[in-house]
């Protein structure tokens, strides 16, 4: 059965994330004062999937191999004095 989770992202440039296999991360939120992606996922398959998640603030340096990771959303957190940019890749 496919349903929606969310997961609790950390706000460090880079972090893995273990999503069952064939899950479509669609967006990336504030929530309680902290960063959380929403993904669809399969309840019913076993098998995982490794994706390394990027989150880069704004002005720090973006590293040419962000280049081939896909722009997921911004996020505004402590009123907006603080903004992160979420970017993930499939690990392959």
Same mark, same amino acid.
């Given at each position: 059965m496919k349903k929606i989770y969310k997961y609790l992202l950390l706000a460090t440039d880079f972090q893995n994330l273990e999503l069952p296999k064939g899950s479509k991360i669609?967006?990336?939120?504030?929530? +309680?004062? @902290?960063m959380v992606l929403y993904? /669809?996922?399969d309840t019913d398959t076993t098998e995982t999937e490794l +994706?390394? /998640?990027?989150?880069?603030?704004? @002005?720090?340096?973006f590293p040419e191999k962000?280049?081939?990771y896909t722009f997921l959303g911004s996020v505004k957190l402590m009123? @907006?004095?603080?903004? #992160?940019?979420? #970017? +993930?890749?499939?690990?392959?």
């Open positions: 669609i967006s990336v939120i504030e929530l +309680y004062d @902290g993904a /669809i996922v +994706y390394d /998640i990027a989150v880069k603030g704004t @002005g720090h340096p962000l280049d081939t009123n @907006g004095s603080l903004v #992160f940019h979420v #970017f +993930y890749k499939k690990v392959e």
